[in-house]
Nanobody, 120 residues
């Protein structure tokens, strides 16, 4: 059974930094893209950053220049370094992985979410 476990959320002041981590575990054949999404209260879930199996990255316009996504291919872990945080970055952040487990087709998997709150 595949699991995505996130860590690193918390409360930070505006202008501060946080680093989120998400480790994929279980029986995994291949991981294609890994990504971070977020959902603020009353809003739809939105893509924040994505990284392909080849290392290509893409970011939401609202976080470009402030957030950096990276990946450890050996540890099956994706990171999100968040700098210059703003109150509007407050949300639950979810890890996503497009992967294939043994004897299954390629599917999306989600973590349980980690709260990020930016407030003074």
């Amino acid at each position: 059974q595949v699991q995505l476990v996130e860590s690193g959320g918390g409360l930070v002041q505006p202008g501060g930094s946080l680093r989120l981590s998400c480790a994929a575990s279980g029986s995994i054949v291949s991981i294609y893209t890994m990504a971070w999404y977020r959902q603020a209260p009353g809003k739809q879930r939105e893509m924040v950053a994505v990284i392909s199996s080849g290392g290509s990255t893409n970011y939401a316009e609202s976080v470009k220049g402030r957030f950096t996504i990276s990946r450890d291919y050996v540890k099956n872990t994706v990171y999100l370094q968040m700098n210059s945080l703003k109150p509007e970055d407050t949300a639950v952040y979810y890890c996503n992985a497009d992967l294939r487990a043994p004897r299954t087709t390629r599917s999306d998997y989600w973590g349980q979410g980690t709260q990020v709150t930016v407030s003074s």
